[in-house]
């Protein structure tokens, strides 16, 4: 896999894991200071690191030169401890690391409401800065997992200005996973769902922003597992400038071209994550076709893809297309009934709102497959949105129910 120059990983055990041991604390550290644009959870409830780094990114003018994750522990509503935790990680990284400590982010998954012993990140730091290594990101990747049953990486190589530039992501999130990520704005709308995407491109730090939020509005902000916001979803995209392009400006001919890579390594990334949803075994891709806006498009997208009786309809192979049109007026948005057309597949179970002529048993075996396509044709205009998401087993249960003990 291509890495992005200037980068290095390390992962090593702290013990946080509730169940079981292995690496829970991850370092990641740019040699250069880079450029960061980064999307925070829209829960109201916010867990100490996302807080912090975004109080630190502020400060830094959206530099920074690290990150510090830990699985195992959320460092979320543990009050003032949990915030004195989260600044004691970032001070301890940067003096190893020699760089100021709002040059460090931070992000945590795990279970809420219980205090995070800073000692367990803190005494670990010395060992991960000396292992600090390009090659070190697959171990990255395993350590920020919780119940993920595997990583979830991805990168794409392109060229600009005569200059290799690479793009590399890593995530997790198995379930709690609807990201609605925003900036990081005081006005901006627990498996959680973290992201981290890294490039050796140059960016100018305003393009950076806005081709974060509009690929993340593509990829993470179109998927569902169980409808649940987690209190510390993040995203953080950081430029360090090391392939020596001429900087990416939203106006110039290079722009484009990043902003396909970025949005096909978050796609990837998020279809990864609903593909190993906590018990999922198929994974649906729901498409809305023929609206007459996508704010239309999108908004029936969502509510069919949150929509508990169309995800078990899906766990049991169930060509239930009533359940996919209720979920469609349940979404918000005004349309006509009466023009709808559903397929599942290539196999159309409504017409014009009723319910269409169609071999069951064949639309039943379409839905035993591990990759469905939902399509809603609503015939009112020229737009299209698509969303993620996958079924709800007794597995999904089974995992959540005794998450915590």
Not at 16 to 29: E, F, N
Not at 145 to 171: E, F, V, W, Y
Not at 203 to 223: G, T
Not at 302 to 307: G, H, N, Q, T
């Amino acid at each position: 896999m291509a890495l992005p120059r200037g980068y290095l990983f390390a992962a090593g055990e702290g013990g946080l894991r509730t169940h079981g041991s292995g690496p829970d604390v991850a370092l990641i550290y740019s040699a250069v200071p880079a450029r960061v644009a980064a999307l925070f959870t829209a829960n109201r409830v916010k867990a100490a690191p996302v807080l912090v780094s975004r109080d630190h990114l502020r400060r830094g003018r959206g530099i920074a030169q690290a990150i510090v994750v830990n699985a195992g522990n959320a460092n979320c509503a543990t009050g003032e401890h949990g915030m004195r935790a989260a600044r004691m990680c970032a001070k301890r990284a940067a003096e190893l690391l020699q760089i100021a400590p709002h040059q460090v982010l931070l992000a945590s998954t795990g279970v809420i409401g219980v205090p995070l012993d800073a000692r367990r990140i803190t005494d670990l730091l010395p060992a991960l800065v000396r292992r600090l290594h390009p090659e070190c990101c697959a171990a990255v990747s395993q350590a920020i997992l919780t119940t993920d049953t595997r990583p979830k990486i991805a990168s794409r190589t392109i060229s600009l200005d005569g200059q290799r530039i690479t793009i590399l992501g890593m995530a997790k999130g198995a379930g709690m996973i609807y990201p609605r990520l925003a900036p990081p704005a005081p006005a901006a709308r627990s498996a959680t769902m973290l992201a981290f995407l890294f490039t050796d491109a140059a960016v100018e730090s305003r393009y950076l922003r806005k081709a974060a939020q509009r690929a993340c509005e593509r990829s993470f902000n179109r998927i569902s597992v169980d409808g649940d916001t987690s209190t510390n979803d993040t995203l953080f995209l950081m430029a360090n400038g090391a392939a020596g392009n001429a900087p990416v400006r939203e106006k110039t001919p290079a722009a484009p071209r990043f902003f396909e890579a970025l949005v096909e390594v978050a796609q990837q990334l998020a279809l990864e994550l609903v593909r190993d949803g906590e018990g999922a075994k198929k994974v649906a891709e729901i498409r809305v076709e023929r609206a007459r806006s996508e704010q239309q498009a999108e908004a029936i997208a969502r509510a069919i893809a949150l929509s508990p009786l169309v995800k078990t309809a899906l766990a049991g192979a169930d060509p239930n297309w009533g359940r996919i049109l209720s979920a469609c007026g349940n979404a918000g948005v005004a349309f006509d009934p009466g023009g709808v057309d559903i397929y599942i597949n290539r196999i159309r179970v409504c017409k014009n709102g009723a319910a269409a002529n169609f071999d069951e048993a064949a639309a039943n075996q379409q839905l035993a497959a591990k990759e469905v396509l939902i399509r809603v044709v609503l015939s009112q205009g020229k737009t299209e949105a698509r969303f993620w998401t996958c079924d709800f087993t007794e597995d999904y249960i089974r995992i959540n129910a005794s998450y915590r003990t």
